[in-house]
């Protein structure tokens, strides 16, 4: 009978050889034909190296061990590895789906070798939907405009949103607020609006976007229109009639 | 314990009583000389001091009262002690017995004496308790700062405490850990280098909150032991160079600064890129401060990328020990990398 084959994928050459060395060493009859740096190369091997056992680190560059097994799919049983992540951890538990904590224990090692011997004559289990589940229960990355690519004259910088206090639009441009200073953007009004995060950023006129946060207090001025006072800027922001439902509570 | 000295949580009723015995008090003493001083009898002395210096003392709380104040100034000095001490007088004539006209005309000398009694010693008393008002006002302005201060140092402990919080990446401790076991049995010498370096890592780490300031000398070697323990791990992938003048070596900058920068470097500018990357650390001066520089040469800050918790408690560490003077920046390199730029202000050593 062949020899059953394993892949195994990590960013750090020094955790592939020690786990190289230590397969050998309780499961001396696998064979590992494919060693991986990264997400992409491991995704490749899957395909052309075709092996029975895939064991993926977790965190790689490229692709992450868990996108790749849902890409590739039931092509081999798959072992994941990690170093802090309990709350994979959790989830892998429950689904009864094969990982390791690093430092790898030898005793883990051994019990994990014994669980596939028994499994390699079966066919591999489809994990793909089980990851995508554990993704859509991840907290959520926020996918709202967190950094901001600003112009001083000739110099570029990145300026994050939560420091910006007021954007003004100027033409073709507009005008950031913040630190103290006046930052040229070259996203229109428009576009921070759609992009930015609406909880905390709140457009108050045809000209003007306020962070709330920067909000010292809002008064009626004369004509009842409402007024901004911005903490660390003297003047004062005025709100359009379109945008005072805000602040009804004047 | 009761005292007659005005508390900040004494109410209105309360304070007026405190400074009525105080004045009585005055009033019985100042009878007592006027007797002495053969101006009357001490009966007679005790029912005009006593008149006198309660008009006054009404007088000036109604007029306080009135404009909205809650001790006596010189404007209400100058109508409530000669007002007082004329209602004083009236008063004491009345209960004497004679009508104010009468006695002013039957004993002149008695009035006018009274009367220059009451503006001297009217003057003292109302100018004791507007110095005792003063007094107090000071005091709590004064609290009022130290109360600020103790909110700033507040702030700054827990800045500090969150830095440590952070401080220690989970990922990061067990990885290398991992790898100090794995190379253990193949290249031990290595294996223990980590392992040191690891130990001075951590030990820098936990000593950073306790100190104000360290040579950027120090921070630089912490930064080499980071950088070297993930040098090892990430083989060939991680390069890096720090790169600062001897002169600069001794310059005082607040402790585990950079170190978060040259972490985000790792994590965000090297560690995700297939093909690795390069850190750069840099010094230099600009005019009267010092700049330092933080370069990978990843793929920028995304524009979605979560806000950096590890820069935003920088900034205010650097806001908190030296105000405005500092600053903290960001700029994309090209072709690829981030730069972040630190200046600290101040002379060097």
């Known amino acids: 009978m062949t020899r059953p084959t394993a892949l195994i994928a990590d960013d750090e050459p020094a955790l592939l050889a020690f786990l190289r060395r230590e397969l050998a060493a309780c499961w001396p009859e696998l064979e590992v034909v494919g060693e991986a740096r990264n997400g992409e190369e491991a995704l490749a091997m899957i395909g052309s190296l075709r092996p029975a056992v895939a064991f993926l680190d977790i965190r790689m560059p490229a692709l992450s061990g868990l996108e790749v097994a849902r890409r590739a799919g039931p092509a081999c049983h798959y072992v994941f590895v990690t170093a802090y992540d309990e709350f994979a951890v959790d989830a892998f538990d429950h689904a009864a789906i094969d990982y390791l904590l690093k430092p790898v224990a030898r005793d883990r090692l051994v019990r994990t070798a014994a669980r596939l011997r028994e499994r390699l004559a079966l066919l591999p289990r489809d994990v793909s939907s089980l990851i995508e589940q554990l993704g859509r229960q991840m907290p959520a990355v926020p996918q709202y405009l967190q950094w901001l690519q600003v112009a001083q004259g000739d110099d570029i910088f990145v300026v994050g949103a939560e420091e910006v206090d007021l954007f003004q639009s100027a033409d073709k441009y507009t005008l950031a607020y913040a630190r103290g200073k006046e930052w040229v953007i070259r996203k229109s009004l428009k576009a921070l609006e759609d992009e930015l995060d609406p909880a905390r950023f709140w457009r108050v006129h045809r000209h003007a976007i306020v962070r709330v946060g920067a909000i010292e207090r809002a008064n009626r001025a004369l004509g009842g229109r409402v007024v901004l006072h911005l903490r660390g800027r003297p003047q004062v922001c005025p709100v359009s009639r379109a945008y005072a439902h805000r602040f009804k509570q004047l | ?349």
């Open chain 2, 1 to 349: 314990m009761f005292s007659l000295k005005r508390n900040e949580t004494d109410s209105l009723p309360v304070a007026v009583a405190k400074d009525l015995v105080i004045i009585v008090a005055f009033n019985t003493v100042i009878a007592v000389l006027a007797s002495l001083l053969g101006v009357g009898t001490f009966p007679q002395a005790l029912r005009f001091s006593q008149a006198i210096g309660l008009s006054i003392f009404l007088l000036s709380w109604g007029i306080c009262a009135s404009r909205g104040r809650i001790h006596n100034d010189w404007k209400t000095a100058v109508i409530a002690i000669p007002l007082g001490s004329g209602i004083g007088i009236a008063i004491g004539s009345l209960t004497g017995g004679s009508a104010p006209t009468v006695l002013a005309h039957d004993n002149p000398g008695f009035v006018l004496g009274t009367l220059a009694i009451a503006l001297v010693f009217g003057t003292a008393i109302s100018y004791y308790f507007y110095s005792r008002a003063l007094i107090a006002e000071t005091g709590a302005e004064l609290q009022r700062q130290r109360s600020e201060r103790l909110a700033g140092e507040q702030r700054l402990a827990e800045a500090q405490l969150r830095l440590l919080q952070a401080q220690i990446e989970p990922h990061f401790l067990f990885n290398t850990l991992s790898n100090v076991l794995s190379l253990i049995g193949s290249d031990a010498p290595t294996a223990q280098r980590m392992l040191e370096n690891l130990t001075r890592y951590l030990r820098a780490s936990f000593q950073a909150t306790r100190r104000d300031e360290v040579a950027l000398d120090e921070e630089l070697g912490l930064l080499d032991t980071y950088l070297g323990i993930q040098a090892v791990r990430m083989g060939d992938r991680l390069a890096y160079a720090i790169d600062v003048p001897d002169d600069l070596r001794r310059w005082p900058v607040p402790p585990c600064v950079l170190q978060p920068l040259v972490e985000n470097a790792v994590r965000h500018g090297v560690e995700p890129v297939a093909g690795g990357g390069k850190v750069t650390v840099r010094a230099r001066r600009d005019g009267t401060g010092l700049v330092l520089e933080v370069e990978d040469t990843g793929p920028g800050i995304a524009e979605t990328s979560a806000p950096g918790v590890g820069l935003a408690n920088v900034r205010e560490r650097l806001q908190a020990k030296y105000g405005e003077a500092a600053a903290l920046e960001l700029r994309p390199l090209s072709p690829r990398g981030l730069q972040v730029a630190l200046t600290i202000p101040g002379a060097a050593a």
